[in-house]
């Protein structure tokens, strides 16, 4: 999370950082459990992962840089 301060108001302003996502790919079959694919997106340098849309596939993502 990056804070940005206003010109003439008081107080931060919250500016939240893109998430960039990609399909694992070490992950194999059917993407049934969030955790198993998390922990598999982390082994890849991602920061979380989730199963995906109907084919469920295993979708990691990280902050854009």
Do not use: L, W
């Not at 010109?7 to 694992?24: D, Q, T, Y």
């Not at 992962?49 to 993502?61: I, L, W």
Request: hydrophobic content about 25%.
């Amino acid at each position: 999370m990056i804070t940005e301060y206003n010109r003439g108001r008081i107080g931060p302003k919250v500016v939240e950082a893109r998430m960039c996502r990609r399909a694992s790919q070490k992950f194999r079959g059917p993407c049934v459990s969030d955790n198993n694919c998390e922990n598999t997106c982390a082994t890849e340098g991602y920061t979380a992962g989730d199963c995906h849309g109907f084919r469920r596939r295993c979708m990691c993502s990280k902050p854009c840089v």
